[in-house]
């Protein structure tokens, strides 16, 4: 169980991130230990965000540089994945096509009008939502970009429960798609909820239930995609696991934002 712990850790931060970790096994048991520990990639790379964007505002830069540090680190520390996946995912939504033809559109290396209309409108989302929470202290912004990193994560492991088949027999997403018990998986949601609440409670008992709520919005908005994009798809892809990840951290963003 250590070794299949510590190999999930790797396979976590190695498709996650461009941390350079060497993911030495690739089966579905450590896919499903992988997916498991994907809470923890967010956490590293949301920790990642914030020092970058709290250093900035801390050396004195206004709000709104801090929060485009903060969008932009954890993009780089993913390549870019996890937004062309939400790019993709959006063409192939828009294009109202059949399940067959719309998962070639997500294939093609292009981005069409619906990627870059989403694209765009995301990324101002969040980083509109960061320069608020900077304006109110380095801490409420260092503290919201952390948790919308960790709840979006977070998103991905329920996304990988066993009752969510894959669109293709081969790909990242067939790799991880349906290896997480359901219980497991709604047992990493409610500590994970339980954690961000202690984070939160930094700012009293209303910071607590805010946090919260952000996990639990996060969760839900990711948990709509997630269930449209397997009716229309047939099940997921690496791609909606991207949608879903930005969604995710997107929602938790705005919950923090209309919760101020």
């Known amino acids: 169980m250590t070794s299949l712990n510590s190999h999930g850790i790797r396979f976590a931060f190695g498709t996650l991130t461009v941390l350079p970790v060497r993911v030495t096994r690739w089966d579905r048991a450590t896919a499903r230990s992988g997916m498991l520990c994907a809470p923890l990639a967010g956490l590293v790379v949301g920790l990642s965000a914030a020092a970058l964007g709290a250093s900035a505002l801390l050396a004195g830069s206004g709000p709104l540089l801090a929060a485009v540090a903060s969008v932009a680190a954890p993009a780089a ?17 828009g294009s109202g096509k059949p399940a067959e033809d719309a998962l070639r559109i997500m294939k093609q290396s292009d981005i069409g009008p619906f990627g870059v209309i989403t694209l765009l409108l ?14 109110e202290g380095w801490a409420h912004g260092a503290l919201g970009t952390v948790v919308a ?3 979006a ?4 492991t329920l996304a990988s429960r066993q009752n969510v088949p894959p669109a293709r ?5 067939a790799t991880v798609a349906a290896t997480v ?14 954690l961000c609440a202690a984070a939160g409670a930094a700012f009293g008992p209303y910071g607590a239930g ?14 709509l995609l997630l269930r449209h994009c397997v ?5 997921v892809t690496g791609d909606v696991f991207g949608g879903v990840e930005e969604t995710a951290a997107t929602a938790a963003l705005v919950v923090l934002a209309l919760g101020g």
């Open 77 to 93: 520390l993913t390549r870019g994945l996890h937004l062309d996946g939400l790019a993709d995912t959006a063409d192939g939504l």
């Open 122 to 135: 995301v990324l101002l989302a969040q980083v509109a939502v960061l320069f608020e929470l900077y304006g």
């Open 149 to 151: 990193a960790v709840a």
């Open 153 to 156: 994560r977070l998103a991905l």
């Open 169 to 173: 027999p081969e790909g990242l997403g």
């Open 181 to 194: 018990p359901v219980g497991w998986a709604l047992g990493a949601a409610a500590v994970t909820v339980a």
């Open 210 to 223: 805010r946090h919260a709520f952000a996990v639990l919005g996060a969760l839900a908005a990711a948990e």
């Open 231 to 235: 009716r229309r798809f047939g099940g």
